[in-house]
């Protein structure tokens, strides 16, 4: 059973009527309950927790990390982003919804800008399935349509993704990369590029349909701890002279 902490900044709904209106619960509070309905031990954590909930015990006790933000990423002490690193190279999943392209954890994992362009005007958007064998798009059609969205555009300075999932078309014309998989040391990162705190994209089935693909995906195996440096000689190495 795949262990996930569903990580979200919690400023908006605490500020803004409308987004508590959407999302009562908090975002964070929508991801969880509909992964809890499938196999896994889900629970919350919030920028407002003791170290952002995001402590060494929470960290090692998770298989996938879901990570949302957007007006606090500046607030995320950079001691707290340096551990969430070591613990995705050390094998644990991330993904990394909407605005959260602009966190500090996945501009340091990408090593890049992560900017793009982007509009507020009520479009509709259409995520192609680019790669329909992908596990993430297991039980997809052939594209996700969402009647009201933010709008992301190209250029978006990501690395060249690993695997290219999804492409979004939006009613004003503009593509963007809207899917995108990573591996980073020993952990598989996801980007999925729809959500924002006004619209109720989150209840949409489909895109739940793919965060909890990600999540089976981005889960792996706790694999042995790497040993770098010095390292002795598995079998017995002769002299210079070929003696010994």
Same mark, same amino acid.
């Not at 500090?104 to 680019?130: P, Q």
């Given at each position: 059973?795949?262990?996930?902490?569903?990580?979200?900044?919690?400023?908006?709904?605490?500020?803004?009527?409308?987004?508590?209106?959407?999302?009562?619960?908090?975002? *964070?509070?929508?991801?969880?309950?509909?992964?809890?309905?499938?196999?896994?031990?889900?629970?919350?954590?919030?920028?407002?927790?003791?170290?952002?909930? $995001?402590?060494?015990?929470?960290?090692?006790?998770?298989?996938?990390?879901?990570?949302?933000? *957007?007006?606090?990423?500046?607030?995320?002490?950079?001691?707290?982003?340096?551990?969430?690193?070591?613990?995705? $190279?050390? /094998?644990?999943? $991330?993904?990394?919804?909407?605005?959260? *392209?602009?966190?500090? !954890?996945?501009?340091? $994992?990408? /090593?890049?800008?992560?900017?793009?362009?982007?509009?507020?005007?009520?479009?509709?958007?259409?995520?192609?399935?680019?790669?329909?064998?992908?596990?993430?798009?297991?039980?997809?059609?052939?594209?996700?349509?969402?009647?009201?969205?933010?709008?992301?555009?190209?250029?978006?300075?990501?690395?060249?993704?690993?695997?290219?999932?999804?492409?979004?078309?939006?009613?004003?014309?503009?593509?963007?990369?809207?899917?995108?998989?990573?591996?980073?040391?020993?952990?598989?990162?996801?980007?999925?590029?729809?959500?924002?705190?006004?619209?109720?994209?989150?209840?949409?089935?489909?895109?739940?349909?793919?965060? !909890?693909?990600?999540?089976?995906?981005?889960?792996?195996?706790?694999?042995?701890?790497?040993?770098?440096?010095?390292?002795?000689?598995?079998? *017995?190495?002769?002299?210079?002279?070929?003696?010994?």
């Amino acid at each position: 059973m795949a262990k996930v902490t569903v990580w979200n900044e919690n400023q908006h709904e605490q500020k803004n009527a409308e987004v508590r209106a959407v999302y009562p619960d908090g975002i *964070h509070g929508a991801i969880a309950s509909f992964l809890e309905g499938e196999s896994f031990e889900v629970r919350t954590a919030t920028l407002d927790d003791d170290e952002c909930g $995001l402590t060494r015990e929470v960290l090692e006790d998770t298989d996938v990390l879901i990570w949302w933000g *957007h007006i606090a990423h500046d607030a995320v002490p950079d001691e707290i982003v340096d551990r969430v690193k070591q613990r995705v $190279l050390d /094998g644990m999943g $991330l993904i990394v919804l909407h605005s959260g *392209h602009f966190s500090k !954890i996945f501009k340091s $994992l990408m /090593g890049t800008s992560c900017d793009l362009k982007w509009r507020e005007a009520d479009e509709k958007e259409r995520i192609w399935v680019v790669d329909p064998s992908h596990p993430i798009a297991e039980g997809l059609g052939e594209y996700i349509e969402l009647e009201r969205e933010e709008m992301y555009g190209e250029h978006f300075d990501i690395p060249a993704p690993d695997q290219l999932v999804m492409v979004s078309w939006f009613e004003g014309g503009e593509v963007f990369r809207s899917g995108c998989t990573y591996q980073r040391g020993k952990g598989k990162v996801f980007y999925f590029r729809p959500g924002h705190e006004t619209y109720p994209t989150y209840f949409n089935k489909d895109v739940q349909k793919v965060i !909890i693909n990600a999540v089976r995906w981005a889960e792996g195996s706790r694999q042995p701890e790497v040993k770098y440096g010095n390292a002795k000689p598995l079998e *017995h190495i002769k002299g210079k002279n070929g003696e010994g």
